[in-house]
T-cell receptor, first 115, second 115 residues
Framework: DARVTQTPRHKVTEMGQEVTMRCQPI?????VFWYRQTMMQGLELLAY????????DSGMPKDRFSAEMPDATLATLKIQPSEPRDSAVYFCASALRDRSDYEQYFGPGTRLTVT | AQSVTQLGSHVSVSEGALVLLRCNYSSSVPPYLFWYVQYPNQGLQLLLK??????LVKGINGFEAEFKKSETSFHLTKPSAHMSDAAEYFC?????????????FGKGTKLSVKP
């Protein structure tokens, strides 16, 4: 049963600390998305990659957030320095194909709390 | 630009009653439409999708949705609610300018099922 995995599942950190979240997309999927979910804003697309290349990161605060795909099996989202307003659940999703009717498969999320 | 509006952030039904979750979209091109479900502390899971062809789409767990172009709607229904249907439901439209294919999500509707 192929699944998207995310680590850690929960992270509590102090303001100013660096946070790194990891995602392993489903093997063979060529597109990876990062979303943030909060009560106020709902689901927001932060960035996404196609064949490891960033296609759109306009949803990310550039000064503190960065997203990379070091290889096809790993995507990372980093926040440095973290702030309390970054507290949210961060989801990774992966998909196959270059057409728009493909399904996105979501990971279980990383719940981040910044104190 | 594409957008999705879900009417009602909370819907409560009795077990065995009809479930109706409303979704309206805005799109300048023929849309691809999706419903996702999120159970507590989990990622999103695809319920059903409309791309082309038959406008009545059947999904998992007895849910279905009908694409109505004239009403720009894609409402989700289930004839008889089960306790296990309690979750949050998200409608999404595909932004498929070029070959991008990222999803634009609505704010979500939380479904409660009363015994």
């Amino acid at each position: 049963d192929a699944r998207v995995t995310q680590t850690p599942r929960h992270k509590v950190t102090e303001m100013g600390q660096e946070v790194t979240m990891r995602c392993q997309p489903i093997l063979g999927h060529n597109t990876v998305f990062w979303y943030r979910q909060t009560m106020m804003q709902g689901l927001e697309l932060l960035a996404y990659f196609r064949n490891r290349a960033p296609l759109d990161d306009s949803g990310m605060p550039k000064d503190r957030f960065s997203a990379e795909m070091p290889d096809a099996t790993l995507a990372t989202l980093k926040i440095q320095p973290s702030e309390p307003r970054d507290s949210a659940v961060y989801f990774c999703a992966s998909a196959l194909r270059d057409r728009s009717d493909y399904e996105q498969y979501f990971g279980p999320g990383t719940r981040l709390t910044v104190t | 630009a594409q957008s999705v509006t879900q009417l009602g952030s909370h819907v409560s039904v009795s077990e065995g009653a009809l479930v109706l979750l409303r979704c309206n979209y805005s799109s300048s091109v023929p849309p691809y439409l999706f419903w996702y479900v999120q159970y507590p502390n989990q990622g999103l899971q695809l319920l059903l999708k409309y791309t082309t062809g038959a406008t009545l789409v059947k999904g998992i767990n007895g849910f279905e949705a009908e694409f109505k172009k004239s009403e720009t709607s894609f409402h989700l229904t289930k004839p008889s609610a089960h306790m296990s249907d309690a979750a949050e439901y998200f409608c999404a439209v595909s932004n498929y300018g070029g070959s991008q294919g990222n999803l634009i999500f609505g704010k979500g509707t939380k479904l409660s099922v009363k015994p």
